[in-house]
């Protein structure tokens, strides 16, 4: 616990060396024994000492995989028209043509569907992960409290939930109903009356059926069978089968992103819950740390999909960083996304700090969206973490209990937006308003500030809205006395 994490710009620190930011970045890991490693799925990740790099060069390593949305809003602007335009026709076209699936009819009513049947051990771990996320997102109301600032004048906030709201659960290269849960029980507890749930269908036009399970036992309201961008604008703009939604809520590929950013500036008036980039997690790790465990966490990201990035965080010495690598090796090489992985893991890093308190400041300064911390008394050293979407901490804590499990949102801001967004949780699916009551006592007590502060600014109508009422209390007062 060191002072120095107020500022990571200590003498001969993280900052220290002035050389040339291609120069220093390119070189070490050239020369180093630790700078590549390679497997058969060409894994590989670049290697960097903290100590030896520039400010410049150390805000380079912060930077994630660039996406062109300039490119992509090209692509994605057309559909959101055309699907404002010609509503559920237009879905089925893009369906058939991005996903190959034929609809007679892309929105179902949950209630009106049967059951789905699971493997019970299946049933089980989503009865248990339901349990959990309900759990703590519950204790997340907001507990109403009224402040009197002044005799007579008292003032609160309520919550109140947002009618209709839209959940995108992908289904591209991996069926995610997980994130059916991590969306749809806060919506539940908030109180929301329509909840979408869009995701895209399979390809005999069906729903995946634990995605069903999760949304009929969170209180999902209606199913949209579509995917990308599509799904996006049908929930944004409403169509013939389709509930318009308020706000829109959900991971997605690069399209799904794009579509979300180009209707929450768009006439649809729509919100969104985050921007959102590739998966990503920086790992902590000091000699304490199980070469086993740190590589499991490093490609249980990874596999998400070839832009995911993965940061490893050397932090002391004693770290053999060439038995991380050959399981990372090893694991990579036995995944079935493999190939996924491998492709992450090419513009990953590894980063060696000289102490936890250097690793900890770049932690901050990368902002990721999963940060585990596998040292030793971890615990100590989570008042120092400023941005991340969700912490894990100490060697029993995998980043995989948070994504389904523990009860904690897995829905979290991605690509360093952790500097200035939270998770999704129940304050997702509210929002507040102010109420202010005042007695006769009160506005007489109160009122000739307020006068006075409008006649400086010149709003001679607030003034008067005040002004007329204390004659009148006045004049009340005046008639009682006779």
Avoid at 162 to 180: E, M
Avoid at 208 to 233: F, M, N, P, R, W
Avoid at 239 to 256: A, M, R
């Amino acid at each position: 616990m060191d002072c120095r994490l107020l500022s990571i710009n200590r003498s001969g620190g993280l900052f220290a060396s002035t050389r040339s930011t291609h120069q220093r970045l390119s070189s070490y890991s050239q020369r180093s024994k630790l700078g590549s490693f390679y497997c058969t799925t060409n894994c590989s990740m670049k290697s960097y000492k903290l100590s030896d790099l520039s400010r410049t060069e150390v805000d380079s390593l912060k930077a994630r995989p660039r996406i062109d949305f300039s490119s992509i809003f090209s692509v994605v602007q057309p559909i959101v028209d055309d699907v404002r335009t010609r509503g559920d026709a237009a879905v089925k076209d893009y369906t058939r043509r991005f996903d190959k699936v034929e609809l007679d009819t892309i929105v179902e009513t949950v209630n009106d569907l049967p059951d789905p049947v699971l493997d019970p051990a299946v049933q089980e771990a989503f009865d248990v992960a339901y349990d959990n996320i309900y759990a703590f997102h519950a204790a997340q109301k907001p507990v109403e409290k009224i402040v009197e600032n002044m005799e007579g004048v008292r003032c609160k906030r309520v919550a109140r939930c947002i009618s209709s709201v839209g959940l995108y659960v992908p289904g591209g290269t991996a069926v995610l109903p997980s994130t059916a849960l991590m969306l749809s029980v806060p919506a539940q507890i908030a109180g929301c009356k329509t909840i979408v749930l869009a995701t895209p269908p399979a390809q005999d036009g069906s729903i995946c059926k634990e995605v069903l399970y999760c949304a009929k036992k969170a209180g999902v309201t209606h199913i949209l069978k579509a995917g990308g961008a599509q799904a996006i604008s049908a929930m944004a703009w409403g169509s013939e089968s389709c509930p318009k939604v308020e706000k829109i809520y959900g991971p997605g590929n690069q399209y799904v992103t794009a579509a979300k950013m180009i209707l929450q500036n768009s006439e649809a008036m729509i919100s969104i819950d985050m921007p959102a980039g590739p998966s990503e997690v920086l790992v902590i790790a000091d000699k304490h740390a199980s070469p086993v465990h740190i590589a499991a966490d490093l490609l249980s990201q990874a596999e998400h999909g070839p832009d995911s990035q993965v940061v490893l965080v050397v932090a002391g010495e004693g770290v053999d960083v060439t038995a991380i690598e050959d399981e990372i090796e090893k694991q990579c090489n036995s995944l079935p996304r493999g190939a996924f992985a491998s492709k992450a893991l090419s513009h990953s890093f590894i980063v060696h700090a000289r102490d936890m308190v250097e690793a900890i400041a770049f932690s901050n300064l990368y902002a990721p969206e999963h940060l585990i911390i596998n040292v030793k008394d971890a615990e100590k050293w989570e008042s120092f973490v400023e941005n991340a979407g969700s912490v894990f901490l100490g060697e029993w804590t995998p980043e995989s209990v948070g994504d389904y499990a523990s009860g904690t949102n897995h829905v979290l801001p991605t690509y360093g937006y952790a500097r200035m967004y939270s998770g999704v949780s129940l304050d997702s699916f509210l929002k507040y308003i102010t109420v202010q009551s005042l007695t006769e006592e009160g506005l007489r007590k109160l009122g000739p500030y307020v006068a006075t502060m409008a006649e400086i600014e010149g709003l001679d109508a607030h003034k008067r809205a005040v002004t007329l009422r204390l004659k009148d209390i006045e004049a009340r007062q005046v008639s009682n006395l006779r």
